[in-house]
T-cell receptor, first 110, second 118 residues
Framework: QKEVEQNSGPLSVPEGAIASLNCTYSDRVSQSFFWYRQYSGKSPELIMS????GDKEDGRFTAQLNKASQYVSLLIRDSQPSDSATYLC??????????FGKGTMLLVSP | GAVVSQHPSRVICKSGTSVKIECRSLDFQATTMFWYRQFPKKSLMLMATSNEGSKATYEQGVEKDKFLINHASLTLSTLTVTSAHPEDSSFYIC??????????????FGPGTRLTVT
């Protein structure tokens, strides 16, 4: 049974701070890792993908992957109230579908 | 690029009727599309994998005769909720995988369809 675990939150951070979102996965052969952002009442939006160990930066977002620890994280720098959403971690293990975590709710207060 | 549309965005139907939801990949071809359902404040639940030109693969517990999936072209998959009941009211979201893309694992989501059965 492939599992992706996330803390449900909410994670509360003040505006301008760094938000750190974490995800662990169970399948060691996982190949691709994604972060989706989902606003309330909307569908998920792909914001980051990462495939190899290390960091990947895109604007205010940094994804970090550690395959040995089966751990992937998302850092959001200079958090804004508009970043308030649920962040879904998704893992692809070579089978047809992605396995999603249940998501972490992020609240950024002005 | 990688835009997925869904139609309708909202639909209200009476109990016992059927509703069809369309999912289209607008700027890429998708041999594989996925249908999800999400209840309020709950996580995404994969219902089925839609394969162009072949039968859909349903997840355990999803009634294939109630949720009919057709994937007749490389850019269109449809989900028909048959004999809808109030408990079928939910947010239905499709996603698609770019068949010609370099990353076959990446999925792009449509905007979702909110179904209310009265």
């Amino acid at each position: 049974q492939k599992e992706v675990e996330q803390n449900s939150g909410p994670l509360s951070v003040p505006e301008g701070a760094i938000a750190s979102l974490n995800c662990t996965y169970s399948d060691r052969v996982s190949q691709s890792f994604f972060w989706y952002r989902q606003y309330s009442g909307k569908s998920p939006e792909l914001i980051m993908s990462i495939y190899s160990n290390g960091d990947k930066e895109d604007g205010r977002f940094t994804a970090q992957l550690n395959k040995a620890s089966q751990y992937v994280s998302l850092l959001i720098r200079d958090s804004q109230p508009s970043d308030s959403a649920t962040y879904l971690c998704a893992v692809y293990s070579g089978y047809s579908t992605l396995t999603f975590g249940k998501g972490t709710m992020l609240l950024v207060s002005p | 690029g990688a835009v997925v549309s869904q139609h309708p965005s909202r639909v209200i139907c009476k109990s016992g009727t059927s509703v069809k939801i369309e999912c289209r990949s607008l700027d890429f071809q998708a041999t594989t599309m996925f249908w999800y359902r999400q209840f309020p404040k709950k996580s995404l639940m994969l219902m089925a994998t839609s394969n162009e030109g072949s039968k859909a693969t349903y997840e355990q517990g999803v009634e294939k005769d109630k949720f009919l999936i057709n994937h007749a072209s490389l850019t269109l998959s449809t989900l028909t909720v048959t004999s809808a009941h109030p408990e079928d009211s939910s947010f239905y979201i499709c996603s698609a995988r770019d068949s010609g893309g370099s990353d076959r694992s990446k999925q792009y989501f449509g905007p979702g369809t909110r179904l209310t059965v009265t």
